[in-house]
């Protein structure tokens, strides 16, 4: 069964006002695995999902190019800052240049 990021969406919608814990996080699975960074950082704050936040702003820290105008201006001010401070350790040899290490260190700063 093919469905959409759009349905999984709308899926995770319903099933979190009608209080069916189980169906939502079966949708926040296939969300997780079908939104590209930036998308997981908006959809991640939407819906105060903390532990999308660390991992998606760690991916676009890491990317061989920085945020465009129109992506940062999508972005909470504290988001843009915290990947352009991950890119600058990057940068300058203080971080390791993998999302694993970006998300450990973007998790210490926000919880």
Wanted: net charge neutral; hydrophobic share 50%; glycine share 6%.
């Amino acid at each position: 069964m093919n469905i959409s990021v759009e349905s999984w969406i709308s899926v995770f919608r319903l099933a979190s006002s009608w209080d069916a814990g189980g169906i939502a996080k079966i949708a926040l699975r296939n969300i997780n695995s079908s939104l590209p960074p930036l998308e997981k950082v908006l959809f991640g704050r939407a819906y105060n999902l903390l532990e999308w936040i660390a991992p998606a702003c760690a991916a676009l820290a890491v990317r061989p190019y920085p945020l465009t105008m129109g992506e940062a201006e999508r972005l909470e001010d504290s988001d843009v800052k915290l990947i352009f401070l991950a890119r600058g350790k990057i940068k300058n040899g203080f971080l390791p240049v993998t999302e694993e290490d970006v998300t450990l260190w973007l998790s210490q700063i926000l919880f």
